[in-house]
């Protein structure tokens, strides 16, 4: 059974950085993309960054400059590095993943929380 594992959030002062990470375990063939999503209290799930496996990446217009992903392929594993944290970065944060173990499907992973103090 495939999952998603994240970990690294937590509470920061606004300017502060933190680093999430996700990795997937389990029995699978591949994966194609992984990304991470987040939703704030009141509003819908949003795309902040996703990485191809060749390398492609894809950011949310208001973290462009200061998130950066990253994938460690060996590790089957998606990063998060967030610099210059936002009051509105706050949110729980989802890893996403589309991996194939029989056919190709969507994961999700359990969710991690981050909190930006101003």
């Known amino acids: 059974q495939v999952q998603l594992v994240e970990s690294g959030g937590g509470l920061v002062q606004a300017g502060g950085s933190l680093r999430l990470a996700c990795s997937a375990s389990?029995?699978?063939?591949?994966?194609?993309?992984m990304g991470w999503y987040r939703q704030a209290p009141g509003k819908q799930r949003e795309l902040v960054a996703v990485?191809?496996?060749?390398?492609?990446?894809n950011y949310d217009p208001s973290v462009k400059g200061r998130f950066t992903i990253s994938r460690d392929n060996a590790k089957n594993t998606v990063y998060l590095q967030m610099n210059s944290l936002k009051p509105e970065d706050t949110a729980v944060y989802y890893c996403?993943?589309?991996?194939?173990?029989?056919?190709?499907?969507?994961?999700w992973g359990q969710g991690t929380q981050v909190t930006v103090s101003s």
């Open positions: 996403n993943a589309y991996i194939t173990s029989g056919y190709l499907r969507e994961y």
């Open positions: 990485a191809t496996t060749g390398g492609l990446t």
């Open positions: 389990g029995r699978f063939f591949s994966i194609n993309s």
